[in-house]
């Protein structure tokens, strides 16, 4: 389980180690082209029902924590259909599938 620290966040963002690892790579290369977006998710089923936004902004402090420390294989074309969101006046909404219940917060997988 990986988990992304967003700014001064209060509680932190727990996702699937292969989803995280999909989601950095369009991330990082959007704001390091200086473009901001949004990431959203529905909650999962510990959480009251609803969903999430975050605004993603080159100056707000990022954190990428991996649970395990080989990085996992990457599919084109996720990596392209995160891009593609990401590119949208909607910003990047994780589809329900990859939404898995938890008790401990957050979990998104690839």
Do not use: C
Not at 6 to 24: F, M, N, R, T, W
Request: charged share 20%; no cysteine.
């Amino acid at each position: 389980m990986g988990v992304l620290f967003y700014g001064s966040a209060e509680h932190a963002i727990e996702i699937d180690d292969v989803a995280l690892a999909h989601l950095k790579v369009v991330i990082a290369t959007k704001l390091r082209r200086n473009e901001s977006f949004t990431l959203s998710w529905m909650h999962d089923s510990g959480q009251p029902l609803g969903r999430s936004t975050i605004w993603l902004h080159p100056s707000i402090e990022l954190r990428f924590a991996f649970e395990e420390p080989t990085p996992p294989p990457l599919d084109p074309a996720k990596i392209q259909a995160y891009a593609n969101s990401a590119n949208t006046s909607g910003g990047i909404l994780v589809p329900e599938e990859h939404i898995l219940g938890s008790s401990r917060g957050v979990v998104l997988t690839a």
